[in-house]
């Protein structure tokens, strides 16, 4: 599974990029607001830390208005791929711009039916937001095995791509792998979190004392 990072911070992108195992990054309108600077600066500041598909959200919510704002989206950066939302107005939009080549993320996608529209117009990538889905009482992990499933059995998992998203905690990224998800979009601190292990801790720190105990006894 790929590992994308969900931050328009570009420190955070900057952070996660030295790590070597980020393939791509997510954005939106309220992650552009956390970050504190204009969006089109923060965005093609991340594109010079990642090269990989970019998610850059777009507010237009007709169709021809949804191209139009797509269009000059994906003008700024090769890797940009533009955010559309789910609905009528969206997926009209998807169709058209993927038939121009422009690539698309349908996002706001909290059911296996959107994720199949998506698809069938030819998004390049989907996100279903599971931490929503289980803050709304749902179980946010089904939909992605769903999904999984229903794109597997048309072949649909070679168009679109499947990203996880509204990821919340360390566990979600171990149960979206297992799902066989290519692809999670994870928050910076939830990616740190991935590191951890107290007995990662435990065992590096008894490794330096015994390192420490032995340089000692040799120098006597
Ligand atoms: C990414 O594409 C989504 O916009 C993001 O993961 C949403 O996360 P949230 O539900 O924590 O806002």
Redesign the pocket.
Known sequence: MKLFI?SANVNEVKDAASWGVISGV???P??ALKAGKPYKDSVLEIARLVDGPI?V?GVAMKAGEIVAEAKEISSWHKNFVV?VAMGEEGIKAVRELSSKGVKT?V??VFSVNQALLAALAGASFV?P?I??LD?NGQDGMQLIRDIMLCYKNYGLEKRTSV?V????HPLHVIDAAKAGAPIS?V?YGVLRQMFKHSLTDAGIKKFLEDHAALEALHKK
């Open positions: 969900d997510t954005t939106n309220s992650l998610s959200e955010k993320n996002t706001l996100s937001f931490g929503r803050d990203i998203a509204s990821v919340r979009t928050p």
